[in-house]
């Protein structure tokens, strides 16, 4: 299975922007890349995925390298709530796909 | 549609004793994953199902586990015997088109 590797943690601060870093170098063409967030004691939360291109939805923006050995997940203003570990995975692009998560990155967002 | 249904949301038994955990998917979604989590492991996947079939158990631990998916509706996770190194948050997830909903764990404690 391609790996993924991201910081360990980041910081920003609150109604500022954050640019969350993946790095994937072994993606294989079918791979679709996926990010999860996870809040204090909840279960992992669904963020956003995509194949090639840049996608947006209500809560954050996937913008994927052009040559997709990387992507960066975009959150346009941080809020106290959306401080939590972003898990940023790859599953292949098969009917059957694993979603197995990493260690992520823990996201601490200052008022 | 209420989520993903775990049961029960916190359990505490005594090590040797057989502990069963509950997972009601959301209707319509095919694919079901059950997950542990510790602070020293993360989270780990167990095992897979995609349409009430099993496709990758390589995650359960020990034949001590077992998962179990008899309609599209249930799934149980069952551990026999359960030992204290068992004790974790144990998270079920179903999923379809590629975005994973997760219900919001059990908790349990052997001791």
């Known amino acids: 299975d391609a790996k993924t590797t991201q910081p360990n943690s980041m910081e920003s601060n609150e109604e500022e922007p954050v640019h969350l870093p993946c790095n994937h170098s072994t993606i294989s063409g079918t791979d679709y890349i996926h990010w999860y967030r996870q809040l204090p004691s909840q279960g992992p939360e669904y963020v956003i995925h995509?194949?090639?291109s840049n996608v947006n939805n209500r809560m954050a923006s996937l913008a994927i390298a052009e040559d997709r050995k990387s992507s960066t997940l975009i959150l346009h203003r941080a809020t106290l709530r959306d401080a939590a570990v972003y898990y940023c995975i790859l599953t292949s692009g098969g009917s059957n796909y694993k979603l197995t998560f990493g260690k992520g990155t823990l996201l601490t967002v200052n008022p | 549609d209420a989520g993903v249904i775990q049961s029960p949301r916190h359990e505490v038994t005594e090590m040797g004793q057989e502990v069963t955990l509950r997972c009601k998917p959301i209707?319509?979604?095919?694919?079901l994953f059950w997950y542990r989590q510790t602070m020293m492991r993360g989270l780990e996947l167990l095992i897979y199902?995609?349409?009430?079939?099993?496709?990758?158990d390589s995650g359960m631990p020990e034949d001590r586990f077992s998962a179990k998916m008899p309609n599209a509706s249930f799934s149980t996770l069952k551990i026999q015997p359960s030992e204290p190194r068992d004790s974790a948050v144990y998270f079920c997830a179903s999923s379809f088109d590629r975005n994973a909903f997760f219900g919001q764990g059990t908790r349990l404690t052997v001791v």
């Open positions: 199902f995609n349409n009430n079939v099993p496709i990758d």
């Open positions: 995509g194949l090639t």
């Open positions: 209707s319509g979604h095919d694919y």
